[in-house]
């Protein structure tokens, strides 16, 4: 059974950092490539970042670029999401989703997903 556990949500000021980790469980996590999606009340679920199965790609949203970092371990089967200069508009539910196919921003690509974290930013 292929479960991917989200941490490291929580409330915090704009301007602070968290760090997200995706826990992953179930399957060969070192052959999926792994995104970061949020969705805001009443908005859809929009791609954060993405990256392939080795870590040598990756690949951000416009709007968290340079501010958000997205990496994995796979010897931890765990992708983190680095999130720095946390803006109030940032605040969401943040979701890890895997995929076997290639990095993609379509949420629809990605085959396993998270239960998802609550970030909130305050400002």
């Known amino acids: 059974q292929v479960q991917l556990v989200e941490s490291g949500g929580g409330l915090v000021q704009a301007g602070d950092s968290l760090r997200l980790s995706c826990a992953a469980s179930g399957l060969t996590f070192s052959s999926y490539n792994t995104g970061w999606f949020r969705q805001a009340p009443g908005k859809e679920r929009e791609f954060v970042a993405a990256?392939?199965?080795?870590?040598?790609?990756?690949d951000h949203a416009d709007d968290v670029k340079g501010r958000f970092t997205i990496s994995r371990d796979n010897a931890k089967n765990t992708a983190y999401l680095q999130m720095n200069s946390l803006k109030p508009e940032d605040t969401a539910v943040y979701y890890c989703a895997g995929t076997a196919r290639r990095i993609s921003r379509n949420r629809n690509d990605y085959a396993y997903w998270g239960q998802g974290t609550q970030v909130t930013v305050s400002s």
């Open positions: 990256i392939t199965w080795s870590g040598r790609n990756t």
